[in-house]
C-alpha cells in the first residue's frame, strides 16, 4: 500500500492505495510522457491543496472550501515540504484547493518553489487573477475553471454571480 498524505493541515489525513490501483493507472494514461522523462526516470508530481480558504461556494466542492483553516501550514512549514518534495525527487507541483491566491504568502511559497527548479501548476477559479498578474512566470500554467458555457449556470455552480 502506498500513503497518500493531505498536506493542508498539520493534521494530515492518509488514505491507502494499493500499487496495483497506481501501477493501472500509469499504464492506462494517454500521456506517457507524463510518467517518464527522456531518460525513463519517472517524473513525479505533487499535486498540493494548500488552503480551505475560498471566495466561492461551488455546488462540486470537495474541500469544504470558504474560510482559512487555523491549521494550515504556515510558510516556514510550507517551505520544509517543498524541501522534502525536491529531496523526494517531485519536478512538478500542482496547486488547487481552495483559492490559493487568497493565501497572503502564496506568491512567496510560489517563488520558493520556483528556486527550487520545481515547475508549478496552479487551478483557481480566476477571481484572483489581480493578486498573481505580475507573477506570472512564476507558473507553468494555471488552469481556469469555467464549468459551463452559459453564465447563468456557471455562476449557479460556483454560488455567485458575476464569476463567468
Known sequence: MVPSTNAVSKESSVSYRSSQE????????????????????????????????????????????????????TLDECFKVVDKLKDSGVVAVNFGGGECALRPDFIDLCKYIKSK????????????????????????????????????????????KGTF
Request: charged share 30%.
Open 22 to 73: 497506481i501501477k493501472r493507472f500509469w499504464k492506462s494514461s494517454k500521456h506517457p510522457e507524463i510518467r517518464k522523462d527522456a531518460t525513463g526516470v519517472k517524473m513525479l508530481v505533487a499535486g498540493w491543496s494548500l488552503t480551505k480558504a475560498c471566495n466561492l461556494n461551488c455546488i462540486h466542492c470537495y474541500n469544504a472550501s470558504g474560510k482559512r483553516d487555523p491549521n494550515e501550514l
Open 117 to 160: 527548479d520545481i515547475a508549478i501548476s496552479y487551478t483557481t477559479n480566476g477571481t484572483t487573477f489581480n493578486r498573481i498578474k505580475d507573477h506570472l512566470d512564476l507558473f507553468h500554467d494555471i488552469g481556469v475553471s469555467l464549468d459551463f458555457a452559459d453564465a447563468e449556470k456557471h455562476d449557479l455552480f460556483r454560488g455567485r
